[in-house]
């Protein structure tokens, strides 16, 4: 799986919390996603999926014009409630912020989601469609899911099995890519924050039929990786 996050917006740009408000990528945005559809060209990918809000519609339209994409309601962003449309310099003055920095799982925003809500559905959403994507096509299949910043990172912490308070410590800056691959028994981190270079060593290797799970997919390989 790869997470894309949306290009960068006049929200980001501005120092603000976007939230599920209809903010726009601005032009810096759109030659992110741009790029990012040059380096996704070497990539077949067997679905696209992406959360509903219009900065994500548009780095898609952009990278990967004409593409068949599916919207998932689980890719959205966190709800921010009364946050939302908040420049962050005065959030960072809310009692709530300490709490969303170092304890996140406790954290619920006033009108809003609670974090620990939008972790279980943004992982939930991702296991579905790897499910459905390895059904249909193999477990060497790739498929991409465009989403937001916290959602990523709070998918990044499931993979690597640490708790939510540690997601903080996780970076998804506009139009990066993180790869994840899903096995049997636990997922492994490709690619994490990825915004730049080749993504040839993440292309399946060419089979006349596609190969299924073995068990020794789920093995971490001792002593290292020898790459793509």
């Known amino acids: 799986m790869l997470l894309l996050r949306h290009g960068r917006t006049t929200a980001n740009a501005d120092g603000g919390l976007a939230g599920r408000r209809p903010v726009e990528l601005d032009e810096t945005g759109r030659a992110q996603a741009a790029a990012v559809g040059e380096r996704l060209r070497a990539v ?52 709530l912020w300490p709490v969303v920095q170092q304890h996140p799982s406790a954290a619920v925003f006033p009108g809003g989601e609670a974090m620990a809500a ?58 990066s890519l993180t790869a ?5 028994t636990r997922p492994f981190l490709l690619r994490l924050n990825d915004t730049g270079g080749d993504l040839a060593g993440l ?17 971490a390989t001792v002593g290292g990786r020898a790459g793509g």
């Open 44 to 95: 077949p990918l067997a679905a696209v999926v992406t959360s509903p809000l219009i900065r994500c519609r548009q780095t898609l339209d952009i990278a990967l014009p004409g593409a068949p994409v599916a919207v998932e309601e689980g890719l959205t962003e966190c709800g921010y409630g009364e946050w939302e449309g908040q420049p962050l310099k005065k959030l960072a003055k809310d009692p």
């Open 118 to 175: 939008m972790a279980a559905r943004a992982v939930e959403a991702v296991r579905r469609w790897d499910a459905r994507v390895t059904g249909e096509h193999g477990p060497q299949a790739v498929w991409l899911a465009c989403s937001h910043g916290d959602v990523i990172k709070a998918i990044v912490a499931d993979a690597l099995g640490v708790h939510l308070d540690l997601f903080q410590r996780i970076v998804a800056d506009p139009a």
């Open 180 to 184: 994840i691959s899903f096995t049997p």
């Open 203 to 219: 292309v399946p290797p060419k089979r006349r039929r596609p190969r299924r799970a073995r068990p020794g997919d789920s093995d």
